[in-house]
């Protein structure tokens, strides 16, 4: 293994589902050496992506899991990790570019940039992931790489600037112009792995001028060095290359490459492109908090001298045990040593560490900074930050959504129940998003997730990979309560019958607010309830929180303020001030005027422009709000926010009604009040459910 | 073909209402210059006031601002007593040179149209959705910021449902197409504009079909139209002071104000239709909000 910091790149491939992810990637692993035979995602042969190593994945032709591997290209060692096109399995996108140094965003030559790309885009720009762009799919009918490359400025205001042009398009296309070289590249062979390079095609020379000529203008933005060699008309590769590295490390500027995975073309360039303009580890500042000073951020170093940080951000349960893929911020991480998990404060001593390359691994004896690789037998959740002994560095913990939605799920038999429980144990650990709890008054057991398709995926690996059949309930939609008005609440919890006494008055008001889930503010003066009994008080308002008076449904937009009360020396206690903001919480609750609300999904659906009519009809009658509509030549996008409690089985409406041309995506929009009809409805139905459990 | 009532109102209790600002029994404002406009259509229309009826202090607030709000539209600070200076198929047009602020000023006529939950579509061409949603965002967060409004969350959801956005590749929008477009809203009782504001149109010399073409399909549908018109610098404004893009089609046009900046002001002035044409400013924009300052 080699220890060149400068030679490292930690890459993700993200883009919009079927713009070519997973087959790039194969491309990649085979033009690398890593692997020795091509299978396409839902190929003939019947063998599936090396990347989606899933059986279901390769079902169902969509990748679900990062899997992290490891390649080489031209003395540089690349780890890709392959990232979910779906936006139900967003949090893997996530986890993935927090730990990358550098992205290839995937566009379809046909489609453009579409709904998820922005989605993709935006969280890479959250993590400040510098990128290059790879436009796919030149060989595909009504390829375009010039309007992608106009929406990409449009849409996710990029400053795109093609670095390549192609040689013919669609079903002529034979390779790309290189504008940094001037040189024409063929990719020959049968599997495209020789490399032709000859001069620019003379109908091609002009063009190529002119988009050299652009791409210069471009980058001398960004190096003064440059824009004097250009005005003296001596631009070296070098100089050039230098000025867009630049200009792509500070994501000013996002180079445009070009080609088809599919037809083993345009890859190679593209793996030049990564070592040659992405980021190495040491490029990139990566912050860590301290956990002894207050959290203040601490820039770490990419020096594997000093003391470890590594983040663990994803897990696996694999048939030897847990699979912990880690990356190493700072210091080295070598087999034998003993780290601390920030989190548990836990010692653990590194057994195995790997390299990870999809399904298959190969055992290293040590990982240094900058590097990614996955360790054996470490107990820990994702998200997990390990240091050495005696550092107190925490990496900034990452944003996680609350599930929208949630189904019942009851086990066939007493075997699966057993393999259930090890299935949700194993999913809940892996994936923050998803959850998994026992109701109380039904004892159904209940997962919830970010999706129909996230919980439809949960419950199919539970079936394969546990042997688990489950029967599953309807899916049931988040909702919540709120308030709508202010009220003021007067509750006293007295109990002075017999035995020990209970004595507590509470007073104040409750009130909506937008910004935060819960406030509790004490405005008491002069120890009308005495100091030590507040916190009780907070505590009996915060146990109403988790069911709501209403629906049982949790609250949440509500400040509670409490300016009044009354103790007795005697028969005060912590559980009478419990109990009497109970009571408060209660009075203060009916008056305040409550409301459910639901979750409202923002839906984007590409049909074509046909069928635009009856997928707004298909929106319209699910509530659905439709927001605008996007003309985009034969196809057209729709943007709506429909309530998510309407979107079940949708995707199998959109297909029957647009003949399967229509595709959406879905991702959590807000939280809206209920229409008092459905709101009726839920009451109705919340009430029968009661009686059938009593 | 149903008439449409696209939305309606929540109010505390969930209570559902059509939400037309007329169906709403009258508040008990407090008066002030801008709620003793005459001919409010707000205090002429509208049922019997309910004497029993309780006014929450929230809603109240809410309510007062809406109206503020529409009292405040830049039509009417003109000096046009109400928003419906366009006659049904009538057009107004907005003329400023690049970047002085057309869409802005057009996003405040929407607004005006919202708040008295009027449909109103908006058709941008060559900008996308999102990129028109954010103007809205942007005008509606420094209205509420002029006004020192606090609490706009129920505001904005409450007028979010009359707005439709479309938009359009230059090349690819023609009124045929359009036409389609609002078959497929209003067959399915989706969407049926009263107003549609068009942002990006070319006023080139082929523009009078089109324009013509619009006409008639908006007198079929009862609707008026805005237009953004762009000029340019070195176009010459004819002898009655007409900037050049609407000399040819000026006959099609009942309204058009000028956005001029003059130093570091914007003002607005009346080109034509309302109140008479007049060589003084009637209005000044804020550059920074693009909202109007004061009158003239």
Redesign the interface.
């Known amino acids: 293994m080699k220890n060149d910091i400068q030679k490292v790149r930690n890459i993700g491939i993200s883009a919009h589902i079927d713009a070519g992810k997973t087959t790039l990637t194969e491309r990649i692993l085979y033009y690398t050496r890593r692997i020795h035979a091509i299978h396409d995602v839902k190929g003939k042969d019947g063998v599936g992506a090396t990347m989606d190593f899933m059986e279901l994945e390769k079902e169902r032709g969509i990748t679900i899991t990062s899997a992290a591997t490891y390649c080489e290209w031209q003395g540089h060692e690349i780890n890709i990790i392959d990232t979910p096109g779906h936006v139900d399995f967003t949090i893997e996108v996530e986890r993935s570019l927090r730990v990358l140094d550098g992205g290839i965003l995937v566009l379809c030559s046909v489609g453009g940039v579409q709904s998820q790309s922005i989605t993709v885009d935006q969280q890479m720009a959250r993590y400040k992931v510098p990128c290059i762009a790879f436009i796919n799919k030149c060989d595909r009918s009504g390829a375009n790489p010039a309007r992608v490359i106009d929406q990409l400025k ?2 996710l205001g990029h400053n795109a600037v093609a670095v390549q042009i192609p040689i013919g398009l669609e079903a002529d296309f034979n390779g790309v112009v290189d504008l940094v070289s001037m040189k024409a590249i063929y990719f020959d062979g049968d599997n495209g792995e020789h490399l032709r390079i000859e001069p620019i095609p003379q109908d091609l020379l002009s063009e190529a001028m002119q988009r050299r000529e652009v791409l210069i203008d471009a980058a001398s933005m960004f190096s003064d060095e440059l824009t004097e060699a250009a005005l003296e008309g001596e631009v070296t590769e070098d100089l050039l290359l230098q000025a867009i590295r630049k200009a792509t490390l500070t994501r000013e500027m996002t180079p445009v490459f070009m080609g088809s995975a599919y037809k083993n073309k345009g890859v190679q360039p593209l793996l030049d492109a990564v070592t040659k303009l992405l980021p190495c580890p040491s490029d990139i500042e990566n912050q860590a908090l301290d956990t002894d000073n207050d959290e203040v951020p601490v820039t770490l170093s990419c020096d594997p001298q000093k003391p470890l940080v590594a983040f663990a951000f994803k897990l696996e349960d694999g048939p030897y045990g847990q699979l912990t893929y880690i990356r190493v911020y700072q210091g080295t991480l070598a087999k034998g040593d003993t780290i601390v998990n920030v989190r548990t404060g836990k010692k653990v001593k590194v057994g195995r560490v790997v390299r990870m390359h999809a399904a298959q691994m190969e055992d290293i004896e040590v990982m240094p900074s900058g590097y990614i690789g996955a360790l054996f037998g470490i107990d820990c959740a994702s998200g997990d930050t390990f240091v050495s002994p005696g550092i107190g560095l925490t990496m900034t913990s990452m944003h996680v959504p609350d599930p929208v939605i949630s189904l019942a799920i009851i086990p066939k038999d007493h075997k699966a129940e057993v393999n259930i429980s090890k299935a949700l144990a194993r999913f809940t650990k892996e994936d923050p998003t998803f959850k998994a709890y026992v109701n109380d008054q039904t004892g159904d057991t209940i997962i919830s997730g970010m999706g129909e398709l996230h919980l439809e995926v949960y419950l199919e690996r539970m079936r394969r990979e546990y042997n688990a059949e489950v029967t599953t309930g309807m899916p049931r939609v988040a909702y919540r309560e709120t308030i ?2 202010r009220a003021e609440f007067n509750y006293t919890h007295k109990k002075q019958t017999g035995g020990a006494g209970q004595f507590a008055r509470v007073a104040g008001y409750m009130e909506p607010i ?1 910004e935060e889930d819960f406030v509790f503010e004490s405005k008491i003066v002069g120890g009308a309830i005495p100091t030590q009994f507040i916190p009780a008080c907070e505590k009996g308002f915060r146990k109403c929180l988790a069911k709501g008076p209403k629906m049982e449904f949790p609250v949440t937009g509500i400040k509670v303020v409490i300016n009044d009360g009354s103790s007795h020396p005697v028969d005060s206690s912590d559980m009478a001030f419990q109990a009497a903001a109970r009571g408060a919480f209660l009075e203060g609750y009916a008056k305040a ?1 409550p ?1 459910i609300h639901e979750p409202i999904m923002k839906v984007v659906v590409e049909t074509p422009v046909e069928f ?2 009856t997928v ?2 298909t929106l ?1 009658q699910r509530r659905g ?9 034969h196809m057209c ?1 729709i ?1 709506a926010q429909v309530p998510l409690a309407e979107m079940f089985g949708y995707s199998t409406v959109l297909r029957s009604a647009t003949q399967g041309k229509a595709q959406f995506t879905m991702e959590f929009a807000t939280y ?2 209920v ?3 459905v ?1 009726d409805e839920l009451i109705k139905k919340a009430a029968e459910e009661k009686k059938n459990v009593a | 073909m149903a008439r449409i009532e696209r939305f ?1 109102d ?1 109010d ?5 209402h059509k939400a037309h600002i007329s169906a709403q029994a009258p508040l008990r404002v407090k008066p002030s210059r801008h709620n003793l406009a005459p001919n409010s259509e707000l205090e002429t229309r509208g049922p019997k006031p309910d004497p029993a009826r309780v006014i ?1 202090l ?1 809603k109240r607030n809410f309510n007062m601002f809406k109206k503020d709000l529409i009292l405040r539209n830049p039509l009417r600070l003109m000096g046009h007593e109400t928003e419906d200076i366009l006659p049904k198929g009538g057009f107004g047009a907005v003329l400023a040179r690049a970047g002085v602020g057309k869409t802005a000023f057009l996003v405040q006529l929407a607004f005006n149209s919202l708040l008295r939950n009027k449909n109103v579509l ?1 058709i941008s061409l060559d900008d ?3 990129k ?2 954010l103007w809205y965002e942007e005008v509606f967060r420094n209205i509420a910021h002029q006004y020192n409004v606090k ?1 706009t ?1 129920q505001l904005w ?1 409450a007028i ?2 009359y ?7 230059v090349e ?2 023609s009124v045929p ?1 359009l036409e389609e ?1 609002l ?3 209003t ?5 049926l504009p009263h107003m549609i504001l068009i942002d990006g149109l070319p006023f080139d010399e082929t523009v009078r079909k089109p324009l013509s073409d619009l006409k008639t399909l908006a007198i079929n549908h009862s609707m008026h139209v805005w237009f953004a018109v762009r000029i340019h610098r070195h176009e010459r404004p004819g002898p009655d002071g007409m900037p050049a893009p609407l000399l040819q089609v000026a006959d099609l046009f009942e309204v058009a104000i000028q956005l001029q900046p003059v130093g570091k002001e914007i003002h607005v002035r009346g080109l034509k239709g309302g109140t008479a044409p007049s060589d003084h400013p009637a209005l000044l924009l804020d550059p920074s909000t693009m909202l109007i300052k004061d009158k003239g």
């Open positions: 449009e849409k709508t008005n937008t005027k409301v635009q009519g707004m009809g319209n709000m439709i927001v605008g509509t996007q003309d985009e030549g996008v943007e809206r009040q229409p008092k009809g709101a | 309606e929540t505390e209790s969930g209570t559902r929450y929230k908006h996308p959705v999102k028109v949603c609490q969350d959801e979010l449902p707005r439709f956005i479309m938009t359009f590749k690819g929008f197409k477009r078959t497929d809203l067959e399915q009782g989706i969407f």
